[in-house]
C-alpha cells in the first residue's frame, strides 16, 4: 500500500537531513521523500518530512515558524558560530553580568536584519557561502531580514547559557548566538541545538529515527493526512458538478463552491474539500481581470480560486 502522508520525525545529532530522507526512503521502499527545512548535522529535533502524494505540498509548509532550545558558551569563538570547527578563545573577554546577559538576547526579538554565518547554504554571485569559506576566501553577504518573535533564558552558568527562542523561517540560531557574543564583547558560540517545534508540528509528537528503523510499521501509523497537514490554510467546499473543474486546473467560481463562511483576500491559498470532506487540492483566490479595482466590500463575489496543486 502506497504511503501518502506527512511525517514529523525527531533527527537524532550527526546525520544531515538528507541522510534521514535516504533512511526514510529505504524503509518505505519509495523514492517520494522530500523535508521542508534543512536542521544541521549538530542539530537534534522536528525534521518535518513528506512522503508520497505529501511532497506535492511540501511547498505550502515550507516558511512556517519555528521554536528551538539552545545552549550558547561565551567567551569561544568559531568560523562556524557552532561547535563542530576549531575554537578559539577570546584573550581578555569579560565575563557578563546575568543582567547583561538578559538585556542582550532581548534586544534580538523582532524584526532584525542578520548576516547568515560563512558556513551556511546561502548563495552570493551564484555559489554557495560554504564553498567560498572552504577555499578560505572571505566574503560578506548582504544581511537578510528575519523575524525573532521571542527569545527566553533558561539559564545561566558561565560561560553557558541556554535559551528557547521562536523564530521566523530564514532565521539562523549560529548567527543569534555570534551576533549576542558580539552584543556582549566577549564572543560566543553555539553549543548545542534542538529544533522543538515547525509551525504545529511539535517534538512531543515526532518519531525517533531509530524506532522508525527498528519498527518501519510504524512510518505508516504515525502518517498526518495532506488535509490535517494544511489545517493552517482556510478551506473551501467543492460542489460535487465542479469537482472536475479541479481535476482539469479550472477556474472555480462562487457558484462552484459553499460560502467559505469568512472572508478571503486575494492572493490568499486556500484547501479544496469535496462535499464528504476529501482534499481535493489547493487553489489560490484571485479577482476577475475586470473587478481587480474593486473594492473591498465587494470583493467576496467577484472571488474565483483557481487551482495550483491537484491531489484527487
Do not use: W
Amino acid at each position: 500500500m502506497a504511503l501518502n502522508g506527512i511525517l514529523n520525525i525527531d533527527k537524532p545529532q550527526g546525520l544531515t537531513s538528507h541522510d534521514v530522507v535516504d533512511e526514510v526512503r529505504k524503509l518505505t521502499g519509495t523514492r517520494q521523500v522530500g523535508h521542508t527545512g534543512t536542521l544541521d548535522p549538530m542539530a537534534t529535533g522536528v525534521l518535518v518530512l513528506c512522503i508520497g502524494r505529501g511532497t506535492k505540498i511540501a511547498q505550502y509548509l515550507v516558511g512556517l515558524d519555528k521554536e528551538y532550545e539552545a545552549e550558547i558558551m561565551f567567551g569561544v569563538v568559531t568560523s562556524t558560530y557552532d561547535a563542530t570547527s576549531e575554537k578559539h578563545v577570546v584573550e581578555g573577554a569579560r565575563v557578563p553580568e546575568p543582567d547583561a546577559v538578559e538585556a542582550a538576547i532581548q534586544n534580538f526579538v523582532g524584526d532584525i536584519l542578520q548576516i547568515p554565518p560563512p558556513y551556511s547554504a546561502v548563495k552570493v554571485k551564484g555559489k554557495r557561502l560554504y564553498e567560498y569559506a572552504r577555499q578560505g576566501l572571505r566574503v560578506k553577504p548582504k544581511g537578510r531580514r528575519v523575524k525573532i518573535n521571542s527569545i527566553n533564558l533558561l539559564s545561566y552558568a558561565h560561560p553557558y547559557a541556554r535559551f528557547v527562542a521562536s523564530v521566523g523561517s530564514g532565521t539562523y540560531i549560529r548567527s543569534l548566538c555570534h551576533d549576542i557574543g558580539q552584543a556582549l564583547e566577549c564572543g560566543a558560540h553555539l553549543t548545542a541545538l534542538r529544533r522543538t517545534r515547525v509551525g504545529y508540528f511539535f517534538i512531543k509528537d515526532a518519531l525517533p529515527l531509530a524506532k522508525c528503523k527498528a519498527h518501519p510499521e510504524l512510518i505508516g501509523s504515525n502518517l498526518i493526512s495532506l488535509n490535517k497537514a494544511l489545517s493552517h490554510l482556510p478551506a473551501i467546499t467543492v460542489c460535487g458538478h465542479a469537482a472536475g473543474k479541479v481535476k482539469n486546473g479550472r477556474l472555480l467560481h462562487l457558484q462552484d463552491v459553499r460560502s467559505p463562511g469568512q472572508q478571503i483576500g486575494q492572493g490568499f491559498f486556500v484547501r479544496l474539500l469535496s462535499e464528504r470532506g476529501e482534499l481535493l487540492g489547493l487553489a489560490k483566490s484571485e479577482l476577475m481581470a475586470e473587478e481587480r479595482g474593486a473594492q473591498d466590500s465587494a470583493q467576496l463575489q467577484n472571488m474565483v480560486f483557481k487551482p495550483r496543486t491537484v491531489l484527487c
